[in-house]
């Protein structure tokens, strides 16, 4: 054999070697529409995911744990109670939310996920930023949808599509589906003129609340409440916290408080000031469940399906008759795989 003619077989075999290599390179990649509406090429097999932002770190959570890069901020000592042991030895690598918060590029490069989930923020434009800083990664970036609790259904069972987890993204579809649909028929027939008026109590002072069309403070709409306080949208969803009076809640009057921090809670019925509003007169001063996820808000996650059960009994108890202790037990099993004793769920529940 000559040497032009060893040199074009090898030249055939470089040829078909490449071929075959490009082959197999196609065949661990597949092309997938994101819930943005965007075309995005996804590998075949996807081990590991980080997610930009805690809704939608928290969701991967409850489909599989397994599949999470890292977490978006330190978890608390109580929270770890309720999770898996593997998924508190993951990295903070950090996210865009709240303010001026980004990830950690270098933690992020030595994770190497497999994917970045991404989730498309109903106001503002944070989403644009992370994108710009998570293309230098060179990973697939796919949008989905956590901020309303009327998309969790449908982002569950794309989760479930995109990464192989279809029997339990059903089950915890079917959980969503049938927590909201429940709801809705409980408070379908409340007039506007009989809604309870609800008071979101934020911060220390109880003073820090959510505009009334806030993701924030979603479940008070979904409950059949009415948020007390109308406002406009900031142009960032985590501006939409405002600062009011004293006087100016006294105007309110509201029917019922929730509030988000402990401190606060410990003192308002004790406080000379909030003695008059009526939702304190009444009893009707309630802390949010925060462990692991917080129930109600910050971050708004896949916890407030059952946050929604949980205030629409506060607000109608007449109307909505559910035992929260049996339904916190088969949420935590479910979602969180872990079973709860009556103690654990007390605790949880600040009961």
Same mark, same amino acid.
């Given at each position: 054999?000559?040497?032009?003619?060893?040199?074009?077989?090898?030249?055939?075999? @470089?040829?078909?070697?490449?071929?075959?290599?490009?082959?197999?390179?196609?065949?661990?990649?597949?092309?997938?529409?994101?819930?943005?509406?965007?075309?995005?090429?996804?590998?075949?097999?996807?081990?590991?995911?980080?997610?930009? /932002?805690?809704?939608? /770190?928290?969701?991967?959570?409850?489909?599989?744990?397994?599949?999470?890069?890292?977490?978006?901020? *330190? @978890?608390?000592?109580?929270? #770890?109670?309720?999770?898996?042991?593997?998924?508190?030895?993951?990295?903070?690598?950090?996210?865009?939310?709240?303010?001026?918060?980004?990830?950690?590029?270098?933690? @992020?490069?030595?994770?190497?996920?497999?994917?970045?989930?991404?989730?498309?923020?109903?106001?503002?434009?944070?989403?644009?930023?992370?994108?710009?800083?998570?293309?230098?990664?060179?990973?697939?970036?796919?949008?989905?949808?956590?901020?309303?609790?009327?998309?969790?259904? /449908?982002?569950?069972?794309?989760?479930?599509?995109?990464?192989?987890?279809?029997?339990?993204?059903?089950?915890?579809?079917?959980?969503?589906?049938?927590?909201?649909?429940?709801?809705?028929?409980?408070?379908?027939?409340?007039?506007?003129? +009989?809604?309870?008026?609800?008071?979101?109590?934020?911060?220390?002072?109880?003073?820090?609340?959510?505009?009334?069309? /806030?993701?924030?403070?979603?479940?008070?709409?979904?409950?059949?409440?009415?948020?007390?306080?109308?406002?406009?949208?900031?142009?960032?969803?985590?501006?939409?916290?405002?600062?009011?009076?004293?006087?100016?809640?006294?105007?309110?009057?509201?029917?019922?408080?929730?509030?988000?921090?402990?401190?606060?809670?410990?003192?308002?019925?004790?406080?000379?000031?909030? #003695?008059?509003?009526?939702?304190?007169?009444?009893?009707?001063?309630?802390?949010?469940?925060?462990?692991?996820?917080?129930?109600?808000?910050? *971050?708004?996650?896949?916890?407030?399906?059952?946050?929604?059960?949980?205030?629409?009994?506060?607000?109608?108890?007449?109307?909505?008759?559910?035992?929260?202790?049996?339904?916190?037990?088969?949420?935590?099993?479910?979602?969180?795989?872990?079973?709860?004793?009556?103690?654990?769920? +007390?605790?949880?529940?600040?009961?």
């Amino acid at each position: 054999m000559t040497g032009k003619t060893r040199l074009e077989k090898n030249m055939v075999v @470089l040829v078909l070697s490449l071929l075959a290599l490009a082959t197999a390179i196609c065949a661990e990649a597949r092309d997938i529409v994101d819930m943005k509406g965007r075309r995005v090429s996804v590998p075949a097999r996807i081990g590991k995911v980080y997610c930009a /932002s805690p809704p939608t /770190s928290n969701l991967l959570y409850a489909l599989d744990p397994s599949l999470l890069a890292g977490w978006n901020y *330190p @978890l608390k000592d109580e929270d #770890k109670l309720f999770m898996n042991r593997k998924a508190l030895s993951l990295p903070v690598i950090g996210g865009w939310f709240g303010q001026g918060q980004s990830a950690n590029l270098e933690t @992020l490069m030595k994770v190497s996920p497999d994917l970045i989930l991404m989730s498309q923020w109903k106001v503002g434009d944070t989403s644009a930023t992370a994108e710009k800083v998570l293309k230098r990664l060179h990973k697939p970036m796919v949008y989905i949808k956590v901020f309303e609790l009327a998309d969790y259904p /449908s982002t569950c069972l794309f989760l479930g599509r995109l990464l192989e987890r279809n029997k339990r993204a059903e089950e915890l579809a079917k959980y969503a589906n049938q927590a909201l649909e429940e709801v809705k028929r409980v408070i379908g027939s409340i007039p506007a003129s +009989k809604k309870v008026g609800v008071y979101y109590a934020e911060g220390t002072d109880g003073l820090s609340i959510e505009c009334g069309r /806030s993701f924030h403070a979603e479940l008070i709409n979904l409950a059949g409440g009415r948020n007390v306080h109308l406002c406009s949208l900031k142009d960032s969803p985590d501006h939409d916290m405002e600062k009011v009076t004293m006087e100016q809640v006294l105007l309110y009057n509201p029917e019922v408080m929730i509030v988000r921090d402990r401190v606060f809670y410990r003192k308002v019925f004790s406080d000379a000031r909030w #003695k008059n509003i009526r939702a304190v007169r009444g009893g009707r001063v309630y802390l949010t469940p925060k462990a692991p996820f917080g129930w109600f808000d910050r *971050p708004p996650s896949f916890m407030r399906l059952l946050g929604l059960k949980w205030l629409t009994s506060l607000l109608y108890p007449d109307r909505y008759r559910i035992d929260m202790v049996k339904e916190t037990k088969c949420f935590y099993r479910l979602f969180l795989q872990v079973d709860l004793s009556d103690d654990q769920i +007390k605790k949880i529940m600040n009961l």
